[in-house]
C-alpha cells in the first residue's frame, strides 16, 4: 500500500511542477510586448515626455529622425487624440482622431534641427516650444 501511495503522490508533485512550468514558459512569451508597441511605433531614444492631465507626449530621438506620439494617462475607449511634430523651417506633419491607446507616431527628419511638438487627448493639450535644439 506504501508504494502505491508514495507514486500517486509523486505522480501529483510532478503534475503540480508540470503545471507551473508550463505557466512559466508561457508567459515568457506573452508577457512582454514587443519593444515597438512600447514605443508607439517610434525608433530611437526617449529624448522628451510632455506630460498633462490627461496624457502625454513622448519623442523620441535617433541620429537623423524625431518621432512622437500621444498616449492618454488611462487606455480605454476611443476618444479623440492628436499629436503633431515640426522641424524648424519645415511643414507640421500631423495625426488625429479617435484612437484607444495612442496617436502617431509621426516623424520627421531632424538631423540639426529644433522640433516643435504638440499634443492632445480629449480636451486637454500640451505643447512643447522649440526643443532639441
Not at 14 to 20: D, H, K, M, Q
Not at 32 to 49: D, E, I, M, Y
Request: overall charge positive; some cysteine.
Amino acid at each position: 500500500m506504501q508504494g502505491s501511495r508514495g507514486r500517486a503522490r509523486r505522480a501529483l508533485s510532478l503534475g503540480v511542477f508540470g503545471a507551473a512550468l508550463w505557466l512559466c514558459v508561457g508567459g515568457l512569451f506573452t508577457a512582454a510586448p514587443p519593444a515597438q508597441a512600447a514605443t508607439g511605433g517610434c525608433g530611437g531614444r526617449l529624448a522628451r515626455t510632455l506630460p498633462f492631465e490627461a496624457g502625454e507626449v513622448r519623442v523620441y530621438k535617433s541620429r537623423t529622425r524625431t518621432c512622437a506620439v500621444t498616449v492618454p494617462r488611462v487606455p480605454g475607449p476611443r476618444r479623440h487624440m492628436a499629436v503633431s511634430i515640426q522641424p524648424r523651417g519645415g511643414a507640421p506633419v500631423c495625426d488625429g482622431g479617435l484612437f484607444a491607446r495612442y496617436a502617431g507616431p509621426v516623424t520627421v527628419g531632424s538631423v540639426n534641427r529644433c522640433v516643435y511638438v504638440k499634443g492632445s487627448v480629449g480636451a486637454g493639450s500640451t505643447d512643447s516650444g522649440w526643443i532639441l535644439c
